[in-house]
């Protein structure tokens, strides 16, 4: 009821975007926000985007993933709607990696029910891993707390991104 | 069965509370079934939003006194490795066929046998849902039972069955916008798992109990493998 009072008049959703360094973040947010991706840099702090989808207005934190950066994820869980985690589907070596901040994540209480997206990104790439290992390798079938869902995109050529967020409106409007 | 605490004239709050039945029914089904749209359809909730699950979704209600989680799984073959990990918290198991599209029965047929011969779902109730019965040459009950082999299937595992043809998309506002098929078939499941409760529930908890030991243990794998892996990059686990 809460969530509904705060978000249902004015339809704002807060999402934040995790994931480790390389993952794609900057790249899918930029997409999102339909701007220039070619000249993306690691990001040292945060960004942020509006925008619109299904008659919501999304507010996208983007924050940077380098592992000297991680600790800070914390400050920004407060009031997220949902937790968008995205993967490099490629970079096979890192999945178990990213599979255990994102456990840590899930542990925390500020992001206790809250909804979880993940981008299997880069499925442009060849040796790109499949869904089901995807979620294997992440750890995901553990999960039994909250919905979740895999999309897999491709930040850079803006497939299957749209499709992710119209899942993250559509779970998010029957609370 | 397990309720005669109420017989001795305890407050009835009290007594309902003490008595909470958790159950958790399995929703599994090849993808573009209806699975999603079925248990929406049972907790009468707008079927607008629906889209295709590469996941995991819950669908809570509670139904005489238990407390219902259905886990909605996705069915889509490369999500179905999935399914394994959630059969041990399983009461009860709900299979969905598109009752309509005969090109996938055999695919049905497959799944739905490969399911019920692990040995974690052996011998749970199962509501198997024709689903689609509005779509045009949708099969009844006699022929999803003959081409999906589920006397056999059943018998074999030794699992309790009920089949309710339906169609999920069916909204009535009178009824709440329940099809009534569906609303039977979950009344039947319920009733044999309430019947039945202490010997599955015992069965849930200590399946569970061996999962999450496992679990546990596949983490602490896990951790020593990043571990290592970070070593070989001439990082340290700590910084
Ligand atoms: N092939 C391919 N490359 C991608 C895709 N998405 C992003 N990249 C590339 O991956 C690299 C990292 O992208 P970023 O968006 O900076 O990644 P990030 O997650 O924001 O990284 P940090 O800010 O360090 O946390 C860039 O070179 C992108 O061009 C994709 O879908 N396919
Ligand atoms: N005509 C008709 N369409 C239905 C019925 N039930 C579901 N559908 C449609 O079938 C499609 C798939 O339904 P879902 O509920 O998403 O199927 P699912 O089994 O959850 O599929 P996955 O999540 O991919 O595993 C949707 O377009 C529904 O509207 C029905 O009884 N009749
Ligand atoms: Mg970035
Ligand atoms: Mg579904």
């Known amino acids: 009821i809460l969530r509904k009072l705060k978000s249902q008049p004015d339809k704002e959703l807060r999402l934040l975007l995790l994931g480790l360094d390389n993952a794609g973040k900057t790249t899918l947010l930029k997409k999102l926000a339909s701007e220039d991706i070619t000249h993306i840099t690691p990001t040292q702090g945060f960004n942020i985007k509006s925008v619109q989808s299904e008659g919501f207005k999304l507010n996208v934190w983007d924050i940077g993933g380098q592992r000297k950066i991680r600790p800070y994820w914390r400050n920004y869980f407060e009031n997220t709607d949902v937790l968008i985690y995205v993967i490099d589907s490629a970079d096979r070596k890192r999945l178990e990696e990213t599979g255990h901040e994102l456990e840590e994540l899930l542990m925390e209480d500020k992001l206790a029910n809250v909804p979880l997206l993940v981008y299997a990104n880069k499925q442009d790439l060849l040796h790109a891993a499949p869904a089901s290992d995807i979620a294997e390798g992440l750890g995901l079938h553990t999960i039994k707390d909250r919905p979740w869902q895999i999309q897999a995109c491709s930040a850079t050529a803006g497939e299957g991104v749209k499709d992710g967020m119209e899942w993250v409106c559509k779970n998010i409007k029957k609370k | ?239």
């Open chain 2, 1 to 239: 069965m397990g309720n005669c605490c109420s017989r001795f004239g305890l407050p009835k709050i009290a007594s309902s509370k003490s008595h909470l039945k958790n159950v958790v029914l399995l929703l599994v089904g090849l993808d573009n079934a209806g699975k999603t749209t079925a248990a929406k359809n049972l907790i009468g909730e707008s079927l607008e939003t629906v889209m295709s699950t590469v996941g995991f979704s819950r669908v809570s209600l509670t139904h005489q006194g238990c407390s219902v989680v259905i886990y909605d799984l996705g069915g889509g073959p490369k999500i179905r490795g999935i399914w394994h990990r959630y059969f041990a918290d399983a009461h009860g198991i709900i299979f969905v066929v598109d009752a309509s599209d005969v090109s996938r029965l055999e695919e049905s047929h497959q799944v739905f046998a490969n399911l019920l011969s692990h040995e974690k779902l052996e011998g749970k109730p199962v509501l198997l849902l024709a689903n689609k019965q509005d779509c045009e040459g949708a099969l009844d009950e006699v022929d999803i039972v003959d081409l999906l082999n589920v006397e056999a299937v059943v018998n074999q595992h030794r699992c309790p069955t009920i089949v309710e043809m339906c169609s999920a998309t069916t909204v009535r506002k009178s009824h709440n916008k329940l099809d009534p098929a569906i609303r039977n078939g979950f009344r039947w499941l319920m009733n044999y798992i309430i019947r039945e409760y202490s010997d599955l529930n015992s069965r849930v908890e200590s399946d569970m109990a061996v999962q999450r030991k496992q679990i546990e243990q596949e983490k602490k794998e896990r951790l020593e493998r990043i571990r290592k892996a970070r070593e070989e990059r001439g990082e340290s686990m700590a910084d």
